[in-house]
Every structure is written in structure tokens, then in C-alpha cells.
């Protein structure tokens, strides 16, 4: 099972840039696919990236391509996201969790049952 914790949020200004860290406590980390979400208030979690199990596949929400990238390092069971040229549409509480599937053109969605973690909350100012 993966157990999350999200980290590396801030505020920042509109073209600055983040790296969020997503940290897995369990031991199985390198057997998932993995995947960034985001909410914002008012709206429902979407997804934004992710990444399958090795880093060699990744998938890019439109929103995220050309600025995100994704990565993770499965010997420290961590999951990143280098955020780019931030906008102030990006503001969001950003998660991480186990999906199902990846591809270059698809990911699933969270695997069922996930517990999801705090998140870790990015506001860019205009």
C-alpha cells in the first residue's frame, strides 16, 4: 500500500517556478504508476500528470504540457513535479497517488480505495 505525504508548495509569483516532492512511507512505491492531481476551490480534483512505474512513460495534462515535468526516483520512494512558468490558474491544492494505467496519450484515474494525503497547497499571485 502507499502511504503519501506531499511537500513543496508555496506562494510564488505568476512565472516562477516549484518542485513538488510526493514521499511514499510504504515499501512498495516502485510497483505503482503514479499521478499528480489538483483541486481548487469550488471545483472538482482533475489530473495533471503522471508517470508510469519505471519514468519511462509520462502523460501531461494540456494544461501542464510545455511547464510540468514529472519524475520520481524509486530508490527514495519519491514522486516530483517541476513546475514552470507558473500561472495564477495553477493556484490548487496538489496531490499524489497510485493510478491504475499510463500512457503517452492516457492516465486512470487513483487506484480504488486510496487514501488520499493532505496535498500540498500552490498559489501563484498575478
Known amino acids: 500500500q502507499v502511504q503519501v505525504t506531499e511537500s513543496g508548495g508555496g506562494l510564488v509569483q505568476a512565472g516562477e517556478s516549484l518542485r513538488l516532492s510526493c514521499t511514499d512511507s510504504?515499501?512498495?512505491?516502485?510497483?505503482?504508476?503514479m499521478g499528480w492531481f489538483r483541486q481548487s476551490p469550488g471545483k472538482e480534483r482533475d489530473w495533471v500528470s503522471c508517470?508510469?512505474?519505471?519514468?519511462?512513460?509520462?502523460w501531461y495534462a494540456d494544461s501542464a504540457k510545455g511547464r510540468f515535468t514529472v519524475s520520481r526516483d524509486n530508490a527514495k520512494h519519491t514522486l516530483y513535479l517541476q513546475m514552470n512558468n507558473l500561472k495564477p490558474e495553477d493556484t490548487a491544492l496538489y496531490y499524489c497517488?497510485?493510478?491504475?494505467?499510463?500512457?503517452?496519450?492516457?492516465?486512470?484515474?487513483?487506484?480504488?480505495?486510496?487514501?488520499w494525503g493532505q496535498g500540498t497547497q500552490v498559489t501563484v499571485a498575478s
Open positions: 508517470i508510469n512505474w519505471n519514468g519511462e512513460i509520462t
Open positions: 497517488a497510485p493510478v491504475g494505467q499510463v500512457t503517452s496519450w492516457y492516465c486512470s484515474d487513483a487506484l480504488p480505495g486510496n487514501s
Open positions: 510504504g515499501l512498495t512505491f516502485g510497483d505503482y504508476a
